[in-house]
């Protein structure tokens, strides 16, 4: 079992630069969140797919930001032309939705720093 | 709208009992989960409630009431490496994601 993987671990950018992260869940999980986390806050919501369709996207979410999960096993989340605020950990979980409450599982994060 | 409340930060020594409480407010439930976080690292899984009483599982235990908008997670034998931040999330209703309290840090003692 190889668990939720995400990468590059950690990405240092300058502003206005483009940047693509990529999550490649626990292989039979139709389920993927993206969380976007700072230092002493907890995690919170951007979006999640159930397989390739993406179900839903939080407002913090802004045109800048975009998601994709083209063949329902891995993911990539894009921020363009990035700004200071973007520096965060983005997070990305896992789930095999059935009926009833699923339990997510957490990959190791990115941690972004733009300069 | 959503909110969910935890003590910043708690202290306690190794050996001990602690117990972090989380209320919530949502429009809408689907069961409360604890996750720890050591610093640096991503979120784990500690315990799952959606129905009302105590689940237990080993060192430790979630606690929930529904009526109340409240949990605590009940940590027992405490050791050094239970230093951690320790995270409360309401599941919604609707769409299935994670609403997560700004966590609690814990520091335990020698």
């Known amino acids: 079992d190889t668990g939720v993987s995400q990468d590059p671990r950690h990405k240092i950018t300058k502003r206005g630069q483009n940047v693509t992260f990529r999550c490649d869940p626990i292989s039979e999980h139709n389920r993927l969140y993206w969380y976007r986390q700072t230092l002493g806050q907890g995690p919170e919501f951007l979006t999640y797919?159930?397989?390739?369709?993406?179900?839903?996207k939080s407002r913090l979410l802004s045109d800048r930001f975009s998601a994709e999960r083209p063949k329902g096993s891995f993911s990539t989340l894009e921020i363009q032309r990035t700004e200071q605020g973007d520096s965060a950990m983005y997070l990305c979980?896992?789930?095999?939705?059935?009926?009833?409450?699923?339990?997510?599982?957490f990959g190791p994060g990115t941690r972004l720093t733009v300069t | 709208g959503q909110n969910i409340d935890q003590p910043t930060e708690m202290t306690a020594t190794e050996g001990a009992i602690v117990q972090i409480n989380c209320t919530y407010q949502?429009?809408?439930?689907?069961?409360l989960f604890w996750y720890q976080q050591h610093a640096g690292e991503a979120p784990t899984f500690l315990s799952y409630n959606v129905l009302d009483g105590l689940e237990e599982k080993g060192r430790f235990s979630s606690f929930l009431s529904r009526s109340k908008g409240y949990s605590y997670l009940l940590l027992k034998e405490l050791q050094m490496k239970d230093s951690a931040s320790y995270l409360c999330?309401?599941?919604?209703?609707?769409?299935?994601?994670?609403?997560f309290g700004t966590g609690t840090r814990l520091q335990v003692f020698p």
């Open positions: 949502t429009s809408g439930f689907n069961g």
């Open positions: 999330a309401v599941r919604d209703v609707n769409t299935d994601k994670l609403i």
């Open positions: 797919f159930q397989n390739e369709a993406q179900l839903e």
């Open positions: 979980a896992s789930s095999f939705f059935r009926t009833g409450p699923d339990e997510q599982y």
